[in-house]
């Protein structure tokens, strides 16, 4: 198997059509009043992230819609809740701030895409602002803005995301016990196990 190295060879590939000027003149420095409202109904959020040594990773962070907080037009604020601690996503940061972040919107086929730097803060004010219930996130990820951009519908039409019809029968897949059971070879039964998770997420939401 061969695999292409250079743009010049990506471009020899993609020569036809080239992106139109649209599609490069819609990429934002700042978030517009468009920009703002996605943030400002999204309830969820994928950021991924890079250590720079060229692992990455991708995590999924979500709340009520919202959640993630824009303090100014070239800042966003996102609280990081309970979690199992491994720290993958903050780990990167610390390392190396470079993120993309992908919002969503239930139902809504375009994203909004949005790439920057991230740092990570445990300041008061901003915690007690993003607390929940009174409870608040252990830290904060502030995200300056490079670019922000909407992104089209194809590859969620193309998947019928948002299509309860395609949706596989929850009853059908296993849970997540037995697939932690299964994949550490443990000798606990699955039930156990979801009834623990289950025990966790009601306990340790925020």
Known sequence: MEFLTT???LRTIYKTPRPTDGPIRKELKALDGHCRSFIGKSPFVLIGSSDGAGNAD????GDKP????????NTIA???????????TLENIVRNPSVGL?????????????NGDARITVDAGLRG????????????VVVSVKAAYMHCAKAFMRSDLWKPETWYDRATLPTLGQIIRD????????????????????????
């Open 102 to 114: 992908l919002f969503l919107i239930p139902g809504m086929n375009e994203t909004l895409r949005v």
């Open 183 to 206: 994949q550490l070879a443990l000798a606990e039964a699955a039930g156990d196990i979801d009834r623990e998770l289950d025990q966790d997420y009601r306990q340790t939401m925020w």
């Open 58 to 61: 991708v995590t999924p962070k």
């Open 78 to 88: 996102i609280p990081d809740r309970p979690g199992n601690n491994r720290l993958d």
């Open 129 to 140: 602002r993003l607390a929940v219930d009174g409870k608040e996130p252990q830290s904060v």
């Open 66 to 73: 919202g959640f993630a907080a824009i303090l100014d037009d």
């Open 7 to 9: 743009r010049d060879e």
